[in-house]
């Protein structure tokens, strides 16, 4: 078993957020993450991510390109040209949910083929307020994927 490791506050974790759980303006455009996309689907015990500083890239920019690509190998989901990256603090996403009684565990945690693999676990039954600071608060900056398209 690889070995976990639980990440600073001063890191960040990128999560994919499929086309479907992004916020879109009257004209289809991508303005923002919908709270359900922080929201753990039936069966997942946990909300996965990439780390963000476990990439030796030189600057933040190439760090995000690398998680990624880490991101877009993943058998699933496929992420299309119209999905969006979600970047988060680690200490920001802990404090977010501390103020909703959620004392979250966000780890390395390397699985086969996904060595940046991070996961929020303990994060059983959060709240649509706590999902939504997350979506617009805390995970808030988004990332366009490098196959990205504009939106009709």
């Not at 500083?53 to 190439?62: K, L, N, P, S, V």
């Amino acid at each position: 078993m690889a070995k976990v490791t639980t990440l600073a506050d001063e890191h960040h974790i990128l999560r994919f957020v499929p086309y479907a759980r992004c916020e879109k303006d009257a004209n289809d455009n991508v303005i923002g993450f919908l709270p359900e996309a922080f929201e753990l689907r039936e069966g997942e015990e946990y909300l996965s991510a990439a780390w963000l500083e476990y990439f030796d890239a030189a600057d933040r920019a190439g760090r995000c390109a690398e998680a990624m690509i880490a991101l877009k190998a993943q058998p699933a989901p496929k992420v299309g040209a119209k999905a969006r990256f979600a970047l988060g603090n680690v200490g920001e996403i802990r404090g977010a949910c501390r103020e909703h009684r959620q004392s979250v565990r966000i780890s390395h945690e390397p699985v086969t083929d996904f060595d940046s693999h991070a996961s929020v676990r303990q994060f059983q039954g959060a709240s649509l307020e706590l999902l939504a600071l997350l979506a617009t608060n805390t995970w808030s900056e988004m990332l366009l994927p490098p196959n990205a398209k504009a939106v009709p």
